[in-house]
């Protein structure tokens, strides 16, 4: 069975750019130790609360505590099923556009390429001499 892409849909929540790093993180894993991602985003553990409460507060994301080696609490951050869902679904959204600005989805007339060309000619040649 192959697995579908969700349908895109740009999340506000997910695209600050911490929190969008935040979840690139967390994706491909079940939990990250809150330490790790901190220091993988180069930022202090208030910036990394301040953003991670937002995502949970949207039910995107959840923490749980263990005990370490050292017998000390460690924090656990993870997506949830909807916060994979909502990122998923964004990824599909930012794919979409960058594959328009790529123009692979825009194609026809009445669009101005970089080099000026509207793209509406026809065949027809931009010199005024022909």
């Given at each position: 069975m192959t697995r579908r892409r969700p349908a895109a849909r740009f999340d506000e929540i997910i695209h600050a750019p911490h929190r969008l790093r935040i979840c690139a993180l967390l994706a491909p894993v079940e939990s990250m130790e809150f330490g790790s991602v901190r220091?993988?985003?180069?930022?202090?553990?208030?910036?990394?609360?301040k953003q991670f409460?937002?995502?949970?507060?949207a039910g995107y994301a959840s923490t749980s505590k263990a005990a370490?080696?050292?017998?000390?609490?460690r924090t656990w951050?993870?997506?949830t099923r909807d916060g994979r869902t909502a990122?998923?679904?964004h990824l599909?959204?930012?794919?979409?556009?960058?594959?328009?600005?790529?123009?692979?989805?825009v194609a026809g007339a009445g669009v101005e390429g970089l080099d000026g060309d509207r793209?509406?000619?026809?065949?027809q040649s931009d010199d005024p001499q022909q």
């Open positions: 220091d993988e985003l180069g930022v202090a553990d208030s910036v990394l609360s409460k937002v995502l949970a507060d370490g080696d050292t017998g000390r609490a951050l993870t997506l990122f998923s679904a599909e959204a930012l794919r979409e556009l960058a594959a328009a600005a790529e123009g692979a989805s793209g509406d000619h026809h065949g």
